[in-house]
């Protein structure tokens, strides 16, 4: 595996990558790191493909902007394409995880020519999760929405006493071993960095304001590109009407996974059976 800078309009990301041949992009979402892949891209590139994972930008060794407006989705997706253009790839397969997913969401359905085929891994469409907001069950399980808005205090809270909460709120919601003490450093390191965890949290305060909980939704096209959904069905964050408002959203052809058990990190908890799914789905196999 090799990791390079890649300049993407303004800023530069840092991407894994290995192996070559048609390229699978994968994207993490928060609070983690291309890290998260590490169980994908080996195995992704011995299939003959070129497999590659970005820190999204504000994590790891990618370049961290300031202000929150500099996390606004359509900043996000541009560093996507921006990425696609970097390697001359006129398309890509993407595979996207919780954040990732988002962008993956939005890149599918506003550039379709720009993707192969769609990945998703517990992440709701951006209109499926304004819908869902509005849904008792999912406004429970979305509290910690709200307590990301609040600049500072959100950061102190997660990063008191070693990051005693936010160990808790990813770790301890995988299943026993899933994240044991190298893997967990390995984040929690990259978050300790200057400006990293606000850059982060920016996500959800640049996309996810208050006021968005009382608008409507979002307006995007339908996707129609191929795409397969994965979910863990034990995901402690995100409910099941997720999955199913967002498989509404998809006009082409569609194939839902479910893993009974999993968690919301899915592809780092049954990292064999995403890779199964995978390799099938994209016709390495």
């Known amino acids: 595996m090799s990791t390079e800078r890649i300049k993407v309009g303004d800023i530069r990301l ?4 290995e192996g070559s041949g048609a390229p699978v992009v994968l994207l993490h979402g928060f609070p983690e790191l291309s890290y998260s892949w590490r169980h994908q891209l080996p195995v992704l590139a011995e299939a003959g493909v070129r497999a ?29 394409v921006g990425l696609l253009d970097a390697i001359d790839a006129e398309s890509a397969h993407l595979v996207g995880h919780d954040w ?12 379709p020519e720009r993707v192969r085929s769609l990945t998703i891994l517990n992440s709701p469409h951006p209109i499926a999760s304004a819908e869902a907001r509005q ?17 500072g205090v959100a950061e102190a809270w997660l990063s008191a006493d070693d990051f005693a909460n936010l160990r808790s709120f990813v770790f301890d919601t995988a299943a026993p071993g899933v994240f044991g003490d190298e893997e967990q450093e390995r984040f929690v390191a990259a978050l300790r960095r200057d400006g990293a965890l606000t850059a982060a949290l920016n996500y959800y305060r640049a996309n996810i304001p208050p006021a968005s909980w009382l608008r409507p939704p979002p307006d995007l096209p339908q996707v129609t590109v191929p795409t397969m959904i994965i979910w863990g069905e034990a995901d ?20 839902i996974e479910r893993l009974p058990g999993v968690s919301h990190w899915v592809q780092q908890e049954a990292p064999d059976r995403v890779n199964e799914l995978l390799l099938d789905f994209l016709g390495l196999d």
């Open 14 to 17: 840092s991407v894994a990558s």
């Open 135 to 151: 849904v008792p069950e999912q406004q429970r399980r979305s509290w910690y929405m709200l307590l990301f808005q609040f600049a």
């Open 100 to 111: 990732g997913g988002s962008i993956a969401w939005v890149l599918a359905a506003r550039s």
């Open 236 to 255: 402690a964050y995100m409910s099941p009407i997720l999955l199913e408002r967002s498989a509404t959203k998809v006009a082409g052809p569609l194939r």
């Open 52 to 80: 590659l994972a970005p820190d999204l930008r504000g994590y790891g060794d990618s370049d961290r902007p300031s202000g929150v407006e500099a996390y606004a989705l359509p900043n996000l997706v541009g560093d996507i």
